[in-house]
């Protein structure tokens, strides 16, 4: 299967991002931050899911990476089978990446959400993702058989406040209290 698209959008903001302390923040990355990150990578992978086992190819073997005016391209040729089942089957959900050693600027952002824009990182990966929904919204994923079958492009967006982000671990006994005071807090009203 080949594969191609955008890993991330730079200048976009990212779903809220839970910051570890109860609270979420929003991030984007800054355009050139990508071409530092690779300028400085000997090597970047790409996985499966984030899975260090699940290694589909790298920078030096079946992987372009790209960054343009509108964000980091990805573009990969593989023959895992898991990989092509799931491009089969549409379940390529987007991309995602690691970030190493980040360089931010902090600001308030809308609603008393924090705003964080990456300027400069490092990079191992990035990864083609099956079983979770990417933090940005703005990845996307063409996917094509060698045998010419034109798969359906599409493009990950996500919705505000989802409960899957907000924290609620069991979603058949969640409280709609703690969403209920989220949307409160920044100013809307239930």
Same mark, same amino acid.
């Given at each position: 299967?080949?594969?191609?698209?955008?890993?991330?959008?730079?200048?976009?903001?990212? #779903?809220?991002?839970?910051?570890? /302390?109860?609270?979420? @923040?929003?991030?984007r990355?800054?355009?050139?931050t990508?071409?530092?990150?690779? /300028?400085?990578?000997?090597?970047? /992978?790409?996985?499966l899911n984030?899975?260090?086992?699940r290694?589909?190819?790298?920078?030096?073997?079946?992987?372009?990476l790209q960054?343009?005016?509108?964000?980091? #391209?990805?573009?990969? +040729?593989?023959? %895992?089978?898991?990989?092509?089942?799931?491009?089969? !089957?549409?379940r390529?959900?987007?991309?995602?990446? %690691?970030?190493?050693?980040?360089? +931010?600027? #902090?600001?308030?952002?809308?609603?008393?959400i924090? =705003?964080?824009?990456?300027t400069d990182? %490092?990079?191992? !990966?990035?990864?083609?993702?099956?079983?979770?929904?990417p933090?940005?919204e703005?990845?996307?994923?063409?996917? +094509?058989?060698?045998?010419?079958?034109?798969?359906? =492009? @599409?493009?990950?967006?996500?919705?505000?406040?989802?409960?899957?982000?907000?924290g609620?671990?069991?979603?058949k006994?969640? %409280?709609?209290?703690?969403?209920? /005071?989220?949307? +409160?807090?920044?100013?809307?009203?239930?």
């Amino acid at each position: 299967v080949i594969i191609d698209g955008y890993v991330n959008v730079t200048g976009r903001n990212s #779903r809220p991002i839970p910051d570890g /302390k109860g609270g979420y @923040f929003i991030e984007r990355i800054q355009s050139g931050t990508f071409r530092k990150a690779m /300028k400085r990578a000997e090597e970047i /992978k790409i996985l499966l899911n984030h899975k260090w086992d699940r290694i589909l190819g790298s920078t030096k073997t079946n992987l372009n990476l790209q960054e343009d005016k509108i964000g980091l #391209r990805a573009h990969v +040729e593989t023959e %895992d089978p898991e990989v092509v089942q799931a491009a089969k !089957e549409r379940r390529l959900r987007g991309w995602s990446f %690691d970030i190493l050693h980040p360089v +931010e600027v #902090r600001a308030d952002g809308e609603n008393g959400i924090p =705003t964080r824009t990456i300027t400069d990182m %490092d990079m191992r !990966e990035v990864s083609l993702i099956t079983n979770m929904r990417p933090w940005y919204e703005g990845t996307t994923v063409t996917a +094509e058989t060698r045998a010419g079958e034109k798969e359906e =492009t @599409f493009e990950i967006r996500a919705e505000e406040f989802e409960p899957e982000y907000i924290g609620f671990e069991d979603k058949k006994n969640y %409280d709609n209290s703690s969403l209920k /005071k989220i949307i +409160e807090k920044y100013g809307g009203n239930v």
